[in-house]
């Protein structure tokens, strides 16, 4: 998924994926303020800080097996996290048992792989 303009390659996917993250961070502020109690308070700043990280692996991931693994933790991981707390308000239940613990491992795991992915060999 790597197009190839006059600039450096990047990925459409991660790229997209950033977007995505900045535009849900924005409407979960905006849901927190007006909503009271609720868990978008968390999930905002969790999908903000997310989005410049997945934009910038999106220029990384071309060029990087390991830095694609680490992005794709790191979203695996934010889905679970935020998907869950963000059901918990909606519906009052889970996504299912301990989603929510799991996609903050990945998501910490995630940012172990990117961060050991400079010491690999880039493809």
Known sequence: MSIHNNS???????????GLCGALAIAAYAGAA???????????????????????????????RVA???????VTGLVLFCGDLYMRDVT????????APTGGSLMIFGWLVVGISCWFKRT
């Open 34 to 64: 007006h909503g009271g109690e609720n868990h978008l308070s968390t999930i905002a700043p969790m999908l903000l800080g997310h989005a410049p990280a997945l934009l910038v692996l999106s220029l990384i991931i071309p060029n990087s």
């Open 68 to 74: 694609n693994i680490g992005g794709a933790l790191l």
């Open 8 to 18: 450096q390659p990047r990925n459409i996917l991660f790229g997209t994926l950033a």
């Open 92 to 99: 009052g239940n889970r996504l299912f048992p301990m989603a």
